[in-house]
């Protein structure tokens, strides 16, 4: 891109994330846009003048802090070529209704996932979270409270089914409404799909052209996507107007981009509807935090995890 680009006279960049994962993501976009006019030409120069370590292991740093007021600056760098513009200010966009439907373990699972939890901790060496392992120290914790989890031999253990029956649930709320779930770990699908098939409602893996007409077309009850492969480019809007979130992601810009496949111009349902099922005392409340506050950080991922399994001993 960067051979090219003084070869381009006029260009203009369109996002709808920016900085999904923080104001670090912004040094690539606007080189592109300036030739590093702006914030630089180096990403090290960019990161010396903003930020500081944050988390280090030696020589190696795993996340970066703004310093004070480097915010600020760099707004103030880039505003002159920047406009922004959300789509609720401009289109009729239709109201978004989050909520959280809560699920709680009973004693013995809740005993179960604390002995994990201290199963995970002691496979550490040291003791220590890092980038290295902290996503896939999440992702057991995920699985955990969703319900199942891979064995070290790659079969899946069943945990529990509270999330399932939270999903029955809400399928059977919607009262023949179309349902959008968004599922993250490959039994999570296979799990929500047997549910489903008992209960005789038609579900469906959006994964397909073909599909994805159907559930535009109100043919499909529950349409099952995953953030990572239905996060960008699908229009959905005409299927329905509930998104059920089973398994939730830490990725601040395939939940938007998730959202966002219902909640955009040309939903017909004046509300759209987006539940998070959570298990109560589990990594889903720091997930569902960390969403919140619009941190999609490793930073976030890295502080989370060590609350959750490692430093808050219960």
């Known amino acids: 891109?960067?051979?090219?680009?003084?070869?381009?006279?006029?260009?203009?960049?369109?996002?709808?994330?920016?900085?999904?994962?923080?104001?670090?993501?912004?040094?690539?976009?606007?080189?592109?846009?300036?030739?590093?006019?702006?914030?630089?030409?180096?990403?090290?120069?960019?990161?010396?003048?903003?930020?500081?370590?944050?988390?280090?292991?030696?020589?190696?740093?795993?996340?970066?802090?703004?310093?004070?007021?480097?915010?600020?600056?760099?707004?103030?760098?880039?505003?002159?070529?920047?406009?922004?513009?959300?789509?609720?200010?401009?289109?009729?966009m239709p109201e978004l209704v989050s909520t959280e439907h809560k699920v709680y373990l009973d004693e013995k699972e809740k005993q179960q996932y604390r002995e994990m939890k201290e199963q995970l901790v002691m496979q550490l060496p040291e003791g220590e979270i890092t980038a290295a392992n902290a996503a896939s120290l999440s992702g057991k914790l995920s699985q955990l409270a969703n319900g199942a989890v891979y064995g070290d031999d790659g079969v899946v253990n069943a945990f529990h089914g509270k999330k399932?029956?939270?999903?029955?649930?809400?399928?059977?709320?919607?009262?023949?409404?179309?349902?959008?779930?968004?599922?993250?770990?490959?039994?999570?699908?296979?799990?929500?799909?047997?549910?489903?098939?008992?209960?005789?409602?038609?579900?469906?893996?959006?994964?397909?052209?073909?599909?994805?007409?159907?559930?535009?077309?109100g043919k499909i009850l529950v349409g099952l996507i995953h953030p990572a492969s239905a996060g960008h480019g699908l229009n959905l809007q005409s299927g329905g107007n509930i998104l059920v979130w089973f398994g939730l992601t830490w990725s601040l810009e395939l939940y938007q981009q998730t959202v966002a496949r219902l909640w955009r111009q040309g939903q017909e349902s004046g509300t759209?509807?987006?539940?998070?099922?959570?298990?109560?005392?589990?990594?889903?409340?720091?997930?569902?935090?960390?969403?919140?506050?619009?941190?999609?950080?490793?930073?976030?991922?890295?502080e989370a995890v060590k609350a959750e399994i490692g430093m808050d001993a219960e």
């Open 1 to 92: 891109m960067m051979k090219v680009r003084p070869f381009v006279k006029r260009i203009v960049g369109l996002t709808g994330t920016p900085s999904s994962n923080g104001l670090m993501d912004l040094f690539a976009e606007f080189k592109v846009l300036d030739m590093g006019k702006r914030l630089g030409r180096f990403i090290g120069q960019y990161r010396e003048c903003y930020f500081r370590p944050d988390r280090i292991n030696g020589p190696v740093v795993y996340s970066y802090r703004l310093v004070p007021g480097a915010e600020e600056a760099i707004y103030e760098k880039i505003s002159d070529i920047t406009i922004s513009m959300k789509a609720a200010d401009y289109l009729n």
């Open 272 to 302: 759209v509807s987006v539940i998070h099922i959570v298990a109560d005392g589990t990594v889903d409340e720091r997930i569902m935090k960390a969403l919140e506050m619009k941190d999609g950080t490793q930073a976030a991922l890295i």
């Open 164 to 217: 399932l029956d939270a999903l029955e649930d809400l399928v059977e709320s919607a009262n023949g409404r179309p349902v959008l779930v968004a599922y993250w770990f490959k039994h999570d699908l296979t799990r929500i799909m047997e549910r489903l098939k008992k209960l005789k409602a038609d579900c469906r893996k959006l994964d397909s052209d073909e599909s994805i007409r159907e559930w535009n077309a």
